[in-house]
Nanobody, 114 residues
Framework: QVQLVESGGGLVQAGESLRLSCAAS????????MNWYRQAPEKARELVAR???????TYADSVKGRFTISRDGAKNTLFLQMNSLEPEDTAVYYC????????WGQGTQVTVSS
């Protein structure tokens, strides 16, 4: 079963941190590019961070220096460490796999109060 399940979202104040997790079933990080997207109310879904099968990482300019994407192959889990959160980071965050999978998680809500 190919499945992504996000967790770790919540309500925090500006300046605080959250770590999102994405449990990946039936997906090999050895061949997959893994992504974090987010979608704020009335806005398009946007790519936040990406890590390729070879470990190359890219970030959206808006989160560079604050967010860190990582993965644990032994646990088949993708992470997004989010520090110095801002109200503008409020969105539903989605885990996604590219390549042979093309699967999305259900999303986890992150709300940052000012």
């Amino acid at each position: 079963q190919v499945q992504l399940v996000e967790s770790g979202g919540g309500l925090v104040q500006a300046g605080e941190s959250l770590r999102l997790s994405c449990a990946a079933s039936g997906i090999s990080f050895r061949i997959a590019t893994m992504n974090w997207y987010r979608q704020a109310p009335e806005k398009a879904r946007e790519l936040v961070a990406r890590i390729t099968s070879r470990g190359s990482i890219t970030y959206a300019d808006s989160v560079k220096g604050r967010f860190t994407i990582s993965r644990d192959g032994a646990k088949n889990t993708l992470f997004l460490q989010m520090n110095s959160l801002e109200p503008e980071d409020t969105a539903v965050y989605y885990c996604n796999a590219d390549g042979p999978y093309y699967v999305w998680g259900q999303g986890t809500q992150v709300t940052v109060s000012s």
